[in-house]
């Protein structure tokens, strides 16, 4: 991402919330903010939620230095036990460190997790599947290469989470916790089983990935086992098109700043996505493109590493130009490519 004076404007803003506004709700919820090693996003936000009786919404990894912030944060708050861990979605900066809290006795062995977010915990990364999927959209067997070694470097921060004695979240399903009632609500799209939680009666919602400040979540590509894709950006079109009709006050996102408006949001998230589909429309009126091509017409600078985000992108803005007419898609010499209509 460039850092815009828009975006360090933020970034200072942000700062301000770490350090003064831990403690939210009435001191229903605590928010603590643990370290990520990635350049795309280096910060996660963890809530603690209760009064007397804590649940964990979302964990961090499980790198000394995330874990230790979390452990310093509950003695230093006096809190003792959490009752449950409550995961949004199934990305290892929201899920890592969940073992180790059971393990260490920190956490009850009482893990609630969408059902669709199984392989996501259990990083069940099909070589083979996403790698011949991928060779059609043009991606290079070189950065195929470096995304399973990516795949492994994910897999260091996280201890394997035991789903045996896990709990399925479902749409609608009520939760109640020391000081409220959650309700869920499923809104696939950054992964099939993101979920939010929300409290009706005080108008709060935890929002995972689903509602970002700053970004507007990658629809990555998710490919079933029969060689299905999901239509990632669609289904996210239609969560936030939900959401919008919504009534809640604030949204505690799972990175950056708290979300005091999210209609506006919603609204400059649509606005982002139809431009990024016409700028991609408008590129493939020059001539059939291969998804990888587009990609590098799009994202002039593009790193390697980056490649299956920016492609996961790309792919999902055909989708949208494909649900409204706007292109026809063709397969040559093993590659498939996109022309607009």
Known sequence: MTDTKSQKHEHKTYQNEVQNDKVLENGLIHRIILPLPFPQVQQINTYIVGRKNFILVDTGIRTDESYNILLAYLTKKNIRHLDGIYITHGHVDHFGAAQKLIKDGIADNR?????????????????ALYGNYLKRYGIPAEILEMMRYTSAFFDMMADRLDLDHASFLSHNMKIDYDGGTFEVIRTPGHTSGSVCLYDR????????????????????????????????????ISSIDVLYNMDFKTVYPGHYEIIHDHKALIKNLLTFHYKRMMRIHNII???????????????????QMDVFLAASEVIGHLDLLEQHDMIQSFEKDGLLYYTAV
């Open 111 to 127: 893990v609630f997790i969408h059902e669709n977010e199984k392989s996501n915990i259990n990083n069940e990364y099909d070589e």
């Open 201 to 236: 009666e005080k108008g709060f919602m935890l929002s995972g990935d689903t509602l970002l400040s700053r970004l507007s979540p990658n629809p990555l590509l998710d490919l079933n086992i029969d060689g299905g894709r999901r239509k990632s950006l669609v289904e996210y």
């Open 285 to 303: 009126k020059q001539k059939p493109m291969t998804p990888y091509e587009i990609t590098g017409n799009l994202f002039k600078k593009l790193q």
